[in-house]
């Protein structure tokens, strides 16, 4: 049934949405790094459902923010610079093909850097947030 539904607001969507975009309800982290973000931004978004490792095959984003209004929609994709990005053969996989793929997907991306949350955490998780919100608004 989830991938009748899946594929059904793919359709809609006119092929705007990820396919499938694919997710469990485990929790699955690449990095510590990211299973921080996760849990600073459940804390302070707890109105939010947030959802790991979204995607198919070994293109997943990291973290994704849902659309609390519209089911199989997702605000925010979130990139952190863990294993998954360290593993890409090359930069521009990982820096750009990656992140204009997704875009074309229609998906909006955050990126996170580490060496930036773990210097200045509170300044990220309020640009964060900041986006989040203004998303919210505008897709509301």
């Not at 009748?4 to 309800?25: M, P, V």
């Not at 459902?49 to 070994?58: D, L």
């Not at 850097?113 to 200045?120: D, L, P, Q, V, Y």
Request: net charge neutral.
């Amino acid at each position: 049934m989830r991938l009748l539904r899946n594929y059904l607001e793919y359709a809609a969507s006119g092929g705007e949405q990820l396919q499938g975009n694919f997710y469990t309800d485990d929790l699955q982290f690449d990095s510590p790094f990211e299973e921080d973000v996760y849990h600073t931004l459940k804390l302070l978004l707890p109105q939010h459902t947030i959802r790991t490792q979204v995607g198919c095959s070994g293109y997943r984003i990291d973290l994704a923010i849902a659309h609390n209004d519209r089911p199989g929609e997702f605000l925010l994709g979130i990139e952190c610079d863990g294993a998954s990005y360290h593993s890409s053969p090359t930069v521009r996989d990982r820096d750009r093909l990656r992140q204009q793929v997704l875009e074309g997907l229609g998906w909006r991306i955050h990126r996170i850097w580490s060496t930036e949350w773990f210097r200045n955490k509170p300044n990220q998780v309020r640009l964060l947030i900041e986006k989040i919100n203004q998303l919210q608004l505008m897709r509301s």
